[in-house]
């Protein structure tokens, strides 16, 4: 089975401070996606990538930034990290094909 | 844009009822449809998949769901639900030629009395 990992379950962290939340997948797919989840708003796209160094932008990407220099590890960047970026982070990859998509466990971020 | 539209926010069912979570969808081409689940604290879960063919899919779980193109709908559907079966339960569409996206709705969550 495919695993995806995501580096912290919990994190606390202040206004401003430059936040990084790390997401390493093992089983060489090309495709990794980073999902907000909220209450009542379901999952929103962040960014995503097809491959690596290369990034798209989904839904959501203000105030974000992220990074692909290893096919199996996809960084998620809060350059400063507001109240309002509050919220549940989740990795998900899939291969070469929309056929089986794997998701992290989560992130619950919460900036203070 | 394609969209997922799940009505139900909230659904409270009582133990050995049958269930329904409906999901509707807006996408030009034939979609790649599917439902999560999540239980609290937990990440998502893959109940079942469509792609093509049969119209009536089988999950886990005990789950199963029904694609219907003239209704542009993916319901879910389960005889008898369980105790453990409560739950957020998200249906999902692929978009984007090539890009693989999911675009979730909004969730339903389900609560289930004993």
């Known amino acids: 089975d495919v695993k995806v990992t995501q580096s912290s379950r919990y994190l606390v962290k202040r206004t401003g401070e430059k936040v990084f939340l790390e997401c390493v997948q093992d089983?060489?797919?090309?495709?990794m996606f980073w999902y907000r989840q909220d209450p009542g708003l379901g999952l929103r796209l962040i960014y995503f990538?097809?491959?690596?160094?290369?990034?798209e932008k989904g839904d959501i990407p203000e105030g974000y930034s992220v990074s692909r220099e290893k096919k199996e590890r996809f960084s998620l960047i809060l350059e400063s990290a507001s109240t309002n970026q509050t919220s549940m982070y989740l990795c998900?990859?899939?291969?070469?094909?929309?056929?089986?998509?794997?998701f992290g466990s989560g992130t619950r971020l919460t900036v203070v | 844009a394609q969209s997922v539209t799940q009505p139900d926010i909230h659904i409270t069912v009582s133990e050995g009822a049958s269930l329904e979570l409906r999901c509707n969808y807006s996408?030009?081409?034939?979609?790649?449809l599917f439902w999560y689940v999540q239980s609290p604290g937990q990440g998502l879960q893959l109940l079942l998949k469509?792609?093509?063919?049969?119209?009536l899919v089988q999950g886990i779980k005990g789950f199963e769901a029904e694609f219907k193109r003239s209704q542009s709908s993916f319901n879910l559907r389960k005889p008898s639900v369980h105790w453990s079966d409560a739950a957020e339960y998200f249906c999902?569409?692929?978009?984007?030629?090539?890009?693989?996206?999911?675009?979730f709705g909004k969730g339903t969550k389900l609560s289930v009395i004993p």
């Open positions: 998900a990859t899939t291969g070469r094909g929309p056929y089986g998509y794997t």
């Open positions: 089983m060489d797919h090309e495709n």
């Open positions: 990538s097809y491959d690596v160094k290369m990034k």
């Open positions: 996408y030009g081409a034939t979609p790649y």
């Open positions: 469509y792609f093509s063919g049969d119209t």
């Open positions: 999902a569409v692929v978009s984007g030629a090539g890009s693989y996206q999911l675009t």
